[in-house]
Structures are given as structure tokens and as C-alpha cells.
């Protein structure tokens, strides 16, 4: 079992910048592979980035690409998203989510899923 808690959203001007934070309960959060997804009013939920187990190998939606950067540090069992140069349209509930299948996109492949953190980019 595991637990996981977002923090650091907020609002920001676009082109500002953001962390979002993960923080993980349990023993064995280095055996899980993590992601972010976010999810707009009216849309569904979507990928963002993702990390593998040892940190090594990291993926990321086209539209984020370049902008946005997804670290972990397994001995603090807490996953990053680092957002920079944000626009209007990165406005969404974030969430963080951990799985066994290496660098997943599809929101059916993480077991384990925080509750949100709230990110609004103004214009």
C-alpha cells in the first residue's frame, strides 16, 4: 500500500514557474514507477511525465516537453515536477501516481493515486 500527498500548487502569471511535490508513504516507494497526470474542468484526465523506478529514464507529453521536468529522490520517497514557462492552458488539478509498468502514459497502469494539487496559470 501506498500513500501519496501533492503539494506546491498554487496561482501563478504565465510564464512563471511552479514545483509540485509527492510525498509517498511506505517501504517500498523505489518499486514503483511514477507519474503525473493533470485534468482540466470538463476534460479528462491526462499525462504529463513519467520516472522510472531508479530515476534513470523519465517521459513526457508533447506539450510539456521542454518545459516541465519530473525527478525523484528515493531516499526522501518524493516525486518533483518541475513547471517552468506556464501557460493558461497548464491550468489543472495535478496528481502524482505510482505503478509497476515502466514509464506508463495510460491512467490504467498506476494502482496508487494522491488526491490532487490545484494549478492555475493566468493570463
Known amino acids: 500500500q501506498v500513500q501519496l500527498e501533492e503539494s506546491g500548487g498554487g496561482l501563478v502569471q504565465a510564464g512563471g514557474s511552479l514545483r509540485l511535490s509527492c510525498a509517498a508513504s511506505?517501504?517500498?516507494?523505489?518499486?514503483?514507477?511514477l507519474g503525473w497526470f493533470r485534468q482540466a474542468p470538463g476534460k479528462e484526465r491526462e499525462f504529463v511525465a513519467a520516472?522510472?523506478?531508479?530515476?534513470?529514464?523519465?517521459s513526457y507529453a508533447d506539450s510539456v516537453k521542454g518545459r516541465f521536468t519530473i525527478s525523484r529522490d528515493n531516499a526522501k520517497n518524493t516525486v518533483y515536477l518541475q513547471m517552468n514557462n506556464l501557460k493558461p492552458e497548464d491550468t489543472a488539478v495535478y496528481f502524482c501516481?505510482?505503478?509497476?509498468?515502466?514509464?506508463?502514459?495510460?491512467?490504467?497502469?498506476?494502482?496508487?493515486w494522491g488526491q490532487g494539487t490545484q494549478v492555475t496559470v493566468s493570463s
Open positions: 501516481a505510482a505503478g509497476l509498468q515502466f514509464i506508463a502514459t495510460a491512467t490504467n497502469k498506476y494502482i496508487y
Open positions: 511506505g517501504r517500498t516507494f523505489n518499486s514503483y514507477a
Open positions: 520516472i522510472s523506478r531508479s530515476g534513470g529514464t523519465t
